[in-house]
Nanobody, 124 residues
Framework: QVQLVESGGGLVQAGASLRLSCAAS????????MGWFRQAPDKEREFVAG????????YYADLTAGRFTVSRDNAKNTGHLQMNSLKPDDTAVYYC?????????????????WGRGTQVTVSS
């Protein structure tokens, strides 16, 4: 079992930055690929970014448009999502998720463990 807890969300104005964190506990976090997803009101949850456990390869959804950076610190069992130049369309609940294996999957079903999410609200 892996427990994930997100933090760092909040209310910001358009153009601002936020750094989300995902604290992991339980099994060795370093052996899990981590993904970030988000869900806006009345929309389906969508993939944002992922980082593999084996070589820290990263993958981003087009929606990030170079504004987001995913990272991880295995020694601290923590992952991060740095979000810059935020837009109102980025308003959503952001979730971190973990899966075994090093493949950078973009579908929800590929991830076994999920946090409860952190709210990000971007005002115009």
């Amino acid at each position: 079992q892996v427990q994930l807890v997100e933090s760092g969300g909040g209310l910001v104005q358009a153009g601002a930055s936020l750094r989300l964190s995902c604290a992991a506990s339980g099994r060795t976090f370093s052996r899990y690929t981590m993904g970030w997803f988000r869900q806006a009101p009345d929309k389906e949850r969508e993939f944002v970014a992922g980082i593999s456990w084996s070589d820290s390869r990263t993958y981003y959804a087009d929606l990030t448009a170079g504004r987001f950076t995913v990272s991880r610190d295995n020694a601290k069992n923590t992952g991060h999502l740095q979000m810059n130049s935020l837009k109102p369309d980025d308003t959503a609940v952001y979730y971190c998720a973990a899966r075994t294996g090093s493949a950078l999957e973009t579908t929800e079903n590929a991830y076994t463990y999920w946090g409860r999410g952190t709210q990000v609200t971007v005002s115009s």
